[in-house]
């Protein structure tokens, strides 16, 4: 267990852009030797968890926002696969997104713990067209409750995914005032019906969680520099000192 936890963290090291020997991020280690970023800018690192039952279009969801890209041959996730999304939030901010695609089976193992840690916001998808995926949803919220929180303690921030709103939906995907409810009773940010076959709400999905993760480290950390999600670049290239639901589908 040892080794496979030291494997994922590792790949995770990497996968963030972090220098193994030196456990430095490039921008300020030498020892990369990586290009660094000129002008000033502010530079946000964050790990995103998708989460929720199997065959409910996760990877679906992270292919077409990282690549925009669609396919229709389904291939199930094993364990744990990782993309990396570039936002250019304003003039003055770099975001990346590393987004964290986790199989459905894995709420029944033992490795969402590791698969979790440091993570600083999430989505959790169900398949509208089943409604078993919904009712698994509150689960998967209270494992992610469970086993990452926030600095203060608070859960992470989470948007709830309806997925394949362009097929014909069951349960109470179909009732938006019900579903507000639901997602305020169970402590989400807000939901969105989306499709990653139609490129619905998949965009926006993703800005209302970084809007809140931003105004969480804003409360968090203020102006604090020191924070290690944010790196201030200056001139040289070296290192210096809100959410809503989307509940329409226009497929």
């Not at 990369?32 to 502010?42: D, H, I, L, V």
């Not at 698994?136 to 600095?151: E, F, H, I, R, T």
Request: net charge positive; hydrophobic share 35%.
């Amino acid at each position: 267990m040892d080794q496979l936890r030291n494997y994922y963290h590792d790949c995770y090291r990497r996968y963030r852009g972090v220098c193994l020997p030196c456990q430095a991020s490039p921008v300020y280690c030498g020892h990369c030797g990586m290009a660094q970023m000129s002008g000033e800018k502010r530079e946000h690192l964050y790990k995103i968890l998708v989460i929720g039952e199997l065959g409910t279009g996760k990877t679906s969801i992270i292919k077409r926002y990282v690549h925009q890209f669609f396919s229709q041959h389904y291939r199930a996730t094993i364990g744990v696969d990782f993309a990396l999304k570039v936002l250019n939030w304003d003039p003055a901010t770099i975001i990346r997104l590393q987004l964290w695609d986790i199989a459905g089976q894995e709420r029944f193992g033992n490795m969402t713990r590791v698969y979790y840690k440091e993570a600083v916001g999430a989505f959790i998808v169900f398949d509208v067209t089943r409604a078993s995926t919904f009712d698994a949803v509150v689960k998967w919220k209270q494992d992610l409750d469970s086993k990452v929180q926030m600095a203060d303690g608070s859960p992470i921030p989470c948007v709830l995914l309806a997925n394949k709103c362009d097929q014909q939906k069951e349960g109470m995907v179909n009732n938006p005032s019900k579903m507000d409810e639901y997602c305020k009773e169970k402590g989400f940010t807000g939901w969105f019906e989306t499709s990653a076959k139609e490129n619905v709400n998949i965009e926006e999905a993703a800005r209302a969680l970084v809007s809140k993760i931003l105004l969480n480290d804003k409360l968090l950390h203020g102006n604090d520099t020191k924070d290690p999600t944010k790196i201030a670049l200056d001139n040289n290239g070296k290192a210096g000192g809100e959410a809503t639901s989307g509940k329409s589908c226009a497929c």
